[in-house]
C-alpha cells in the first residue's frame, strides 16, 4: 500500500482516560489511517472497552483531545459522527424479534428521513453488507433464533452497511469458533484494502492480530503504544504483557505459548 495514500481519520493528542475516582490510562497519541486495520490489545481490565469508548465520545476523556478527521470530536453532531464513525459494542441493546435484515437495515438510519425510507442506494448497501458476511440466505430469519456467533455477523454486516470510512468494533470475534474468528478477521482485512476503511477492534485474539494486522494499541499497566506488531515485538512490549510463569512470548513465532 502507498503511505501517501493513507490519510488519519481519528487521532488522540495527550489523552487520558477512566472515571472519576480512577485514571487507566494517560498520555495517549494515536494515529488511526485510512486503510489499516488495528487491534487493540491488553489483559482483562486494562482499559481497552475504556479507550474505545473514549474515543468515540461515549465516554468523556478525562484529559486531552479527541481529533475526527482533525476537527475535534466535540464540535461534531450525533448525526455527523454516525456518517464517519460505525460502532459496535459488545453491550448492544436492540430489539431480538427485529429480522437479520431489518437489523442491518438499521445501519442506513444516519442517512434517511426521519420516516426511515431506504432508498435504493440504502437497499443496495445492505444487500453487499448481507453478501459480504455470508449472510444472504439468513436475511428473513428474526435475530432471537441466531447463535451469539451468527448475531455477532449480523452486527458486523451492520456496520457495514453504515459504509463510513472508520469502523469500531469491541471484541468482534466473541462467541466464535477458531474457523469463523480467522474468517471475520480476515475479512476486516479484506476490507481495508479493498475500500480503504479504517477499522480498529479490541481483541483477545493476540496471536491473530499480529498476524492480519497493519498496526497494534497495546494497552498495559496505564499506559497505551501504537506500533506495527514488528516493532512491539522488537522492543519487548509483549514479554511484559503476561505473568512468565504462565505465558511467555516467543518472538521467533509471534506466537505467546505456556510454559
Known amino acids: 500500500?502507498?503511505?501517501?495514500?493513507?490519510?488519519?481519520?481519528?487521532?488522540?493528542?495527550?489523552?487520558?482516560?477512566?472515571?472519576?475516582?480512577?485514571?487507566?490510562?494517560s498520555g495517549i497519541n494515536l494515529d488511526i489511517?485510512?486503510?489499516?486495520?488495528?487491534?487493540?490489545?491488553?489483559?482483562n481490565g486494562s482499559g481497552k472497552s475504556t479507550l474505545l469508548k473514549t474515543i468515540i465520545g461515549e465516554l468523556e476523556a478525562k484529559t486531552g483531545e479527541v481529533f475526527l478527521?482533525?476537527?475535534?470530536?466535540?464540535?461534531?453532531?450525533?448525526?455527523?459522527?454516525?456518517?464517519?464513525?460505525?460502532?459496535?459494542?459488545?453491550?448492544?441493546?436492540?430489539?431480538?424479534?427485529?429480522?437479520?435484515?431489518?437489523l442491518v437495515a438499521l445501519g442506513r438510519h444516519p442517512y434517511t428521513n426521519w420516516l426511515g425510507i431506504l432508498t435504493?442506494?440504502?437497499k443496495k448497501?445492505?444487500?453487499?453488507?448481507?453478501?459480504?458476511?455470508?449472510?444472504?440466505?439468513?436475511?428473513?430469519?428474526?435475530?432471537?433464533?441466531?447463535?451469539?456467533?451468527?448475531?455477532?455477523?449480523v452486527m458486523l454486516a451492520r456496520a457495514l452497511a453504515q459504509d463510513t470510512s472508520l469502523i469500531i468494533l469491541d471484541e468482534p470475534t466473541t462467541h466464535l469458533d477458531l474457523y469463523h474468528k480467522v474468517f471475520v478477521l480476515k475479512l476486516l482485512k479484506q476490507l481495508t484494502e479493498e475500500t480503504q476503511k479504517a477499522i480498529v477492534f479490541a481483541s483477545h485474539e493476540i496471536n491473530l492480530a499480529l498476524q492480519l494486522c497493519d498496526q497494534i494499541i497495546l494497552v498495559?499497566?496505564?499506559?497505551?503504544?501504537?506500533?506495527?506488531?514488528?516493532?512491539?515485538?522488537e522492543d519487548g512490549h509483549l514479554e511484559k504483557l503476561f505473568p512468565k510463569n504462565l505465558i511467555q512470548f516467543d518472538a521467533e513465532t509471534k506466537n505467546f505459548k505456556v510454559v
Do not use: W
Open 1 to 25: 500500500m502507498n503511505n501517501s495514500a493513507l490519510n488519519t481519520k481519528l487521532s488522540t493528542k495527550n489523552l487520558s482516560i477512566g472515571y472519576a475516582d480512577k485514571t487507566v490510562a
Open 69 to 102: 478527521e482533525d476537527e475535534k470530536i466535540q464540535q461534531f453532531s450525533a448525526k455527523s459522527i454516525a456518517e464517519k464513525i460505525s460502532i459496535v459494542l459488545t453491550e448492544t441493546h436492540f430489539s431480538k424479534n427485529l429480522s437479520v435484515e431489518e
Open 33 to 43: 489511517k485510512s486503510g489499516e486495520l488495528i487491534a487493540v490489545i491488553g489483559t
Open 120 to 122: 435504493e442506494d440504502d
Open 125 to 153: 448497501a445492505i444487500k453487499n453488507a448481507l453478501a459480504l458476511i455470508d449472510l444472504t440466505d439468513k436475511t428473513k430469519r428474526k435475530c432471537s433464533s441466531l447463535s451469539d456467533g451468527q448475531l455477532q455477523k
Open 220 to 233: 498495559n499497566k496505564g499506559e497505551v503504544i501504537q506500533e506495527t506488531p514488528e516493532k512491539l515485538i
